[in-house]
């Protein structure tokens, strides 16, 4: 796995750290899970990564068959124009999502039980699944690259602990600072709640950017043509 596709996967794992659902529900259980705090937010969070984990693993797996039966179609110059078309269409995309009206945000848990923070962690990855495009565009450069599990492996498991780093960060910010950062958790609530639809525009644009980028990168061979 050449160092070009690492830092394409990298790129996308901290693109996927900006998630407002996983942030959000962050930041409501610092403000009101009090003394069991650690136990429901990580459960949470390992929730959440675990879910990713396996999904990226059965995506990788489940398309052998078909990676097989394509041979060596997939890595031809033809698939990666169909790959910067896609990354392209990302990112015209990224424009025209109106951002005026907020989207709805992602429920909170109201109950703080250790399965209700499951429940809730698997609720969140199959709302966001369909609209996780960094890490589905990650998975499709790892497919692509054909390499072994050895490799591509401990690559989404790198992924999966980078997304949830950030609100891991939060929670020792918390502990350091406890009450003294409780208002700016609050305004940082009600900007996610409020500005969801613009936040999905800058992923989406970001993400198409990488996959164009990944995709001329091979076509030009050494990367001369999109030097950045």
Same mark, same amino acid.
């Given at each position: 796995?050449?160092?070009?596709?690492?830092?394409?996967?990298?790129?996308?794992?901290?693109?996927?750290?900006?998630?407002?659902?996983?942030?959000? !529900?962050?930041? %409501?259980?610092?403000?009101?899970?009090?003394?069991?705090? #650690?136990?429901?937010?990580?459960?949470?969070?390992?929730?959440?990564? &675990?879910? %990713?984990?396996?999904?990226?693993?059965?995506?990788?797996?489940?398309?052998?068959?078909?990676? &097989? #039966?394509?041979?060596?179609?997939?890595?031809?110059?033809?698939?990666?124009?169909?790959?910067?078309?896609?990354?392209?269409?990302?990112?015209?995309?990224?424009?025209?999502? @109106?951002?005026?009206? #907020?989207? @709805?945000? @992602?429920?909170?848990?109201?109950?703080?039980?250790?399965?209700?923070?499951?429940?809730?962690?698997?609720?969140?990855?199959?709302?966001?699944?369909?609209?996780?495009? =960094?890490?589905?565009?990650?998975?499709?450069?790892?497919?692509?690259?054909?390499?072994?599990?050895?490799?591509?492996? @401990?690559?989404?498991?790198?992924?999966?602990?980078?997304?949830?780093?950030? =609100?891991?960060?939060?929670?020792?910010?918390?502990?350091?600072?406890?009450?003294?950062?409780?208002?700016?958790?609050?305004?940082?609530?009600?900007?996610?709640?409020?500005?969801?639809?613009?936040?999905?525009?800058?992923?989406?644009?970001?993400?198409?950017?990488?996959?164009?980028?990944?995709? !001329?990168?091979?076509?030009?061979?050494?990367?001369?043509?999109? =030097?950045?």
């Amino acid at each position: 796995m050449t160092a070009e596709i690492l830092l394409t996967v990298a790129g996308l794992a901290l693109l996927d750290t900006l998630s407002p659902a996983t942030i959000g !529900v962050t930041i %409501y259980l610092l403000l009101t899970a009090d003394r069991r705090l #650690a136990p429901l937010l990580f459960t949470y969070l390992g929730t959440v990564a &675990a879910f %990713y984990f396996t999904l990226g693993v059965a995506l990788v797996l489940g398309l052998d068959v078909f990676l &097989a #039966a394509a041979g060596d179609a997939l890595n031809t110059r033809t698939s990666f124009w169909i790959q910067a078309v896609i990354g392209a269409a990302m990112l015209i995309g990224s424009f025209l999502i @109106p951002t005026k009206r #907020a989207a @709805p945000s @992602p429920r909170t848990p109201r109950v703080h039980t250790l399965p209700a923070m499951i429940g809730f962690g698997l609720t969140t990855g199959l709302l966001e699944a369909g609209m996780a495009l =960094p890490y589905l565009g990650a998975i499709g450069i790892l497919i692509s690259a054909d390499v072994g599990a050895h490799q591509w492996l @401990p690559v989404i498991a790198g992924y999966n602990l980078v997304m949830v780093l950030p =609100p891991v960060l939060m929670y020792l910010a918390w502990n350091l600072l406890g009450a003294r950062i409780r208002p700016r958790l609050q305004r940082w609530r009600d900007k996610i709640a409020g500005g969801t639809r613009e936040t999905m525009a800058w992923i989406l644009g970001i993400a198409g950017f990488l996959v164009l980028r990944d995709a !001329v990168f091979r076509l030009s061979g050494d990367g001369s043509a999109f =030097p950045f």
